[in-house]
């Protein structure tokens, strides 16, 4: 096996419980701290915070389906999906906020 997963940091590894409010409800997720970092970096490209997101994401699934049965594994997963497909979550951010920008730019034409 190679020393790149031997050789790692404990703290990534580390569990790191942070509060969340969801609908208005506060809650904790334990994750480890890697998680926690990917989870910041998506947010921050998402230019959110990462509670916000996080907010966001579970609204968008409860949409989709009626519940979201465990948060901090479909977090995890969520991570692992971001890892595989950062370029989609490139391309389809770049679209979304393109749209933003072409509706604040309609919408101070109409008020201009």
Known sequence: MCSLFR???PATYAAETRAVRLH???TSIRLEAAFWGILEEIAQKERMTVARFIGVLHDEVLEG???VGNLASFLRVTCVHYLRNQDLHA???AERLAREENNIAQ???VVA
């Open 65 to 67: 389906q009626a519940e």
């Open 107 to 109: 919408n101070a034409a």
């Open 24 to 26: 208005g409800h506060a």
């Open 7 to 9: 050789t790692q940091n």
């Open 91 to 93: 391309a389809q951010v």
